[in-house]
T-cell receptor, first 113, second 109 residues
Framework: NAGVTQTPKFQVLKTGQSMTLQCAQDMNHEYMSWYRQDPGMGLRLIHYSVGAGITDQGEVPNGYNVSRSTTEDFPLRLLSAAPSQTSVYFC????????????FGPGTRLTVT | GQQVMQIPQYQHVQEGEDFTTYCNSSTTLSNIQWYKQRPGGHPVFLIQLVKSGEVKKQKRLTFQFGEAKKNSSLHITATQTTDVGTYFCAGAPSNQFYFGTGTSLTVIP
């Protein structure tokens, strides 16, 4: 199993550009989520999904969109990049929200200039 | 806002000294998880605590869940250089995981 994969590993965007961060898992997990990690802020939940076709907002959803058309994939879209979105983005998955460990992808380091 | 607070933010210890990080939630948690993130890496699951007052051990690591299920601690006995990294707690009072701000541990050989 590849586990949780994320692409790209690094990305530089100009303000106003849009892009999609890809996330895929091959463990048949129902629960998937996106976090951003900033120094001193820990991991903050952006959006999450409890299954295909179901998504919901986390703690910091503004400026991001998600969709979940399949169990395996959970892409994160930045609509119009801003310097405040410079961060490291982690995708994670687990069997469910209820008492199961989360498996994290390797992360995407995004810089917005 | 942040519902799970963690202290201290940074800790430097000499190799062989003990280390403790504390996690406090503003709400009662159904369970709490602990993760470790090595520098440049991604968070990796360590353990989950579910019961009030629960204590679990993994070799030199001891994890506790408070009686009120609002706080937790991770204690490392006799730190080693391999313990370097950031330790996060995470709780799920509802359908979302809330991560603590993390404690960054530096071990001086």
């Amino acid at each position: 199993n590849a586990g949780v994969t994320q692409t790209p590993k690094f990305q530089v965007l100009k303000t106003g550009q849009s892009m999609t961060l890809q996330c895929a898992q091959d463990m048949n997990h129902e629960y998937m989520s996106w976090y951003r990690q900033d120094p001193g802020m820990g991991l903050r939940l952006i959006h999450y999904s409890v299954g295909a076709g179901i998504t919901d907002q986390g703690e910091v959803p503004n400026g991001y969109n998600v969709s979940r058309s399949t169990t395996e994939d959970f892409p994160l879209r930045l609509l119009s990049a801003a310097p405040s979105q410079t961060s490291v983005y982690f995708c994670a998955s687990s069997y469910s929200i209820d008492s199961y460990e989360q498996y994290f992808g390797p992360g995407t380091r995004l810089t917005v200039t | 806002g942040q519902q799970v607070m963690q202290i201290p933010q940074y800790q430097h210890v000499q190799e062989g000294e003990d280390f403790t990080t504390y996690c406090n939630s503003s709400t009662t948690l159904s369970n709490i998880q602990w993760y470790k993130q090595r520098p440049g890496g991604h968070p990796v699951f360590l353990i989950q605590l579910v019961k009030s007052g629960e204590v679990k051990k993994q070799k030199r690591l001891t994890f506790q869940f408070g009686e009120a299920k609002k706080n937790s601690s991770l204690h490392i006995t006799a730190t080693q250089t391999t313990d370097v990294g950031t330790y996060f707690c995470a709780g799920a009072p509802s359908n979302q995981f809330y991560f603590g701000t993390g404690t960054s541990l530096t071990v001086i050989p």
